[in-house]
Nanobody
Framework: LQLVESGGGLVQPGGSLRLSCAAS????????IGWFRQAPGKEREGVSC????????NYADSVKGRFTISRDNAKNTVYLQMNSLKPEDTAVYYC?????????????????WGQGTQVTVSS
């Protein structure tokens, strides 16, 4: 059972990236998914989440209006579209599964985590 994040990289301020969170060995259909990030020297921060149906999402205030979370259960993948990126968005981004199915930005409720993908926003 594995979650794999991809899509990170180096981008200039104002640019965009789309992160993917793909599951192997199990179906994401029954899990809420959260995206979190951790910058050096800082605590892990909840960025966005989506419930099992995709009908409910939530965002940290720092990314509202810039980031969009979505899921494609047919592809067993959740996405995080990140636009208007800022240097303060630089961090390792992780996705995680939440078996209760509801959207939460609280890390302790998430049981399984990916290895993370680095996002660096710099000119």
């Amino acid at each position: 059972l594995q979650l794999v994040e991809s899509g990170g990289g180096l981008v200039q301020p104002g640019g965009s990236l789309r992160l993917s969170c793909a599951a192997s060995g199990f179906s994401l259909d029954y899990y809420a998914i959260g995206w979190f990030r951790q910058a050096p020297g800082k605590e892990r921060e909840g960025v966005s989440c989506i419930n099992t149906s995709g009908g409910r999402t939530n965002y940290a205030d720092s990314v509202k209006g810039r980031f969009t979370i979505s899921r494609d259960n047919a592809k067993n993948t959740v996405y995080l579209q990140m636009n208007s990126l800022k240097p303060e968005d630089t961090a390792v981004y992780y996705c995680a599964t939440h078996g209760e199915g509801y959207c939460s930005l609280t890390a302790p409720v998430y049981a399984s985590w990916g290895q993370g993908t680095q996002v660096t926003v710099s000119s």
